[in-house]
């Protein structure tokens, strides 16, 4: 079984910061299967990222995915208001087929 | 643009069955894409529970795969989730989502479960 593991658990920012929020899985994992969502409280979560580094329909450019490997990176350019909730990474697994999240990270006003 | 709108009943006795459905909107449930559960219990992260293509063919988690069944409905262009028996840690929002690629492109509000005698 591979395990996602995001750090830091909470992330105290200001707006107009650079958020680098890190997602590491115990074995390699294709870059295709994996995604990053946000999600705000009372609110269903949103994707952000799929294959590492595709940006979703819609999403601000300030939104980059990166990495390979076990290591992938979600980086926010310039913290807008709107920004401050919890990141999940996903991963795909091929067998037997389903997904797995990390535990998450907040970001949070600080 | 597709829609989905989860229902069912928000309160389920321990060791009873949660039955749920998606409806979706926007978008038809035999268009050859994959179509997926998600939970997360109150505070706490989000888990995938199983997903159905229109065909039929299903994946469920293995932590939970002898109690869930996840069906479509064609007829009413919806698909259901069946969690069976159910205890407290299965309380939880139970979201229902549309794959996109291999991740989830649209989502359901959610609907909170609460098992409870």
């Known amino acids: 079984e591979i395990v996602l593991t995001q750090s830091p658990g909470t992330l105290s920012l200001s707006p107009g910061e650079r958020a680098t929020l890190s997602c590491r899985a115990s074995q390699s994992v294709s870059s295709r299967f994996l995604a990053w969502y946000q999600q705000k409280p009372g609110q269903a979560p949103r994707l952000l990222i799929n294959g590492a580094s595709n940006r979703a329909t819609g999403i601000p450019d300030r939104f980059t995915g990166s990495g390979s490997g076990t290591d992938f990176t979600l980086t926010i350019s310039r913290l807008e208001p709107e920004d401050f909730a919890v990141y999940y990474c996903?991963?795909?697994?091929?067998?037997?087929?389903?997904?797995?999240f990390g535990q998450g990270t907040k970001l949070e006003i600080k | 643009q597709v829609q989905l709108q989860e229902s069912g009943p928000g309160l389920v006795k321990p060791s009873g069955t949660l039955s749920l459905t998606c409806a979706i909107s926007?978008?038809?449930?035999?268009?050859?894409?994959?179509w997926t559960w998600v939970r997360q219990p109150p505070g706490k992260g989000l888990e995938w529970i199983g997903q159905?293509?229109?065909?039929?063919?299903?994946n469920y988690n293995p932590s939970l795969k002898s109690r869930v069944t996840i069906s479509v409905e064609k007829s009413r262009n919806q698909f259901s989730l069946t969690l069976s028996p159910v205890t407290a840690a299965d309380t939880a929002i139970y979201y229902c989502?549309?794959?996109?690629?291999?991740?989830?492109?649209?989502w359901g509000q959610g609907i909170l479960v609460t098992v409870s005698s």
């Open positions: 996903q991963q795909y697994v091929t067998s037997p087929p389903g997904y797995t």
């Open positions: 159905i293509y229109d065909r039929g063919n299903a």
């Open positions: 989502a549309l794959n996109t690629g291999y991740s989830q492109g649209a």
């Open positions: 926007g978008d038809s449930i035999t268009s050859d894409e994959w």
